[in-house]
C-alpha cells in the first residue's frame, strides 16, 4: 500500500532482542557495537565486567550513557541534564525505561543554589555562559531563550545517595567544568577516570580552557591517558576531550 510506513529491520530487532543477546549476535558476527564518535578515547578504559558506578553530566540525548551501557551492561548510569525541554522530550524518552539508569534534571556546579541557562533552538551549546563574540560561529547560533534551573553539587548528591565509589565522570557542561569539579569536593578522589571536553581557543565569554582542567586534575593525582580534538569549523582546534586516570590514592 503507497504511504505506509514500515519499520526498518534494525529498529524490529532492537525490540525483540535483549541488549545482551544482540551484543552476542554482533561479536560472534565480528559487527561493531553501536558507538558515538566521541566515545572512543573511553576504549581506553576497557569493559567492567563488575556492577559499578558512572555519571553522565551534561547528558544532553543520553548518547554516553547509551555506549557505556552497550559495553557495560552492569553499569548504574546517573545522568545529570538541566535543560527542561531536553529532559522531558530527548532524554527521558531515551533512558526513563532502563532502571540502570537515573535521570536528575539539575545542573551541578560548586555551590547549591538557581543559575540562568541560556538556551538555543539546536540545544548542544546551551551554557551559563555567553558565547565568545569573536568565536567564528558565533553569528550561527543564538541563544533565543533562558530559563532558570536549580544547581546541585556532586558531593551532595553522592553523599545523599551514598555512593563510594564512581568508575567514570563524562562532563559536558560548556564552560563550566571547573565549577563542576569543585563540587566534587574531597570526592573526586573517589572517581577512576574523569572524561570531559573542554575548549582550546574560547568558544564561551571568561571562561576555564584545556590548561585550567589539566592543571585542576593533575594537581589532584590524575593524567591525562588520551585526548580527542575537533576545529567546530575552524582552521585551528577549537574544542578536545579529554580522558584523565586517577593514579595518586
Known sequence: MKGRRTMPVRQ???????????RKIKDLLGMPRWLNDDYYPLRKVGTVPDKHVVFDVGACEGWF??????????????????????????LTPALSADERVTLVNAAVGSEKGSLE??????????????????WKLNDEIDFN???????????????ANNITDIKVMKLDVQGFE???LKGLGQYVENIEYIYVETSIHSVYKDTPDF???????????????????TTL?????????????????
Open 233 to 249: 569549523g575552524e582552521e585551528w582546534l577549537s574544542e578536545c576531550d579529554l580522558l584523565f586516570k586517577r593514579v595518586e590514592q
Open 145 to 159: 531563550s533562558s530559563e532558570m534551573v536549580d544547581v546541585i553539587t556532586l558531593a551532595d548528591y553522592i553523599q
Open 12 to 22: 524490529i530487532l532492537r525490540a525483540l532482542l535483549p541488549s545482551p543477546v544482540r
Open 211 to 229: 590548561r585550567d582542567v589539566f592543571t585542576f586534575l593533575t594537581e589532584r593525582g590524575f593524567k591525562l591517558l588520551d585526548i580527542k580534538t
Open 178 to 180: 571547573i565549577e563542576v
Open 65 to 90: 550513557a547509551q555506549c557505556w551501557l552497550e559495553y557495560n551492561p552492569t553499569a548504574e548510569v546517573h545522568c545529570f541534564e538541566p535543560t527542561t525541554s531536553v529532559f522531558r522530550e530527548i
Open 117 to 134: 541557562l541560556h538556551e538555543a533552538a539546536f540545544h548542544k551549546p546551551n551554557s551559563f555562559c555567553q558565547l565568545d563574540e569573536n
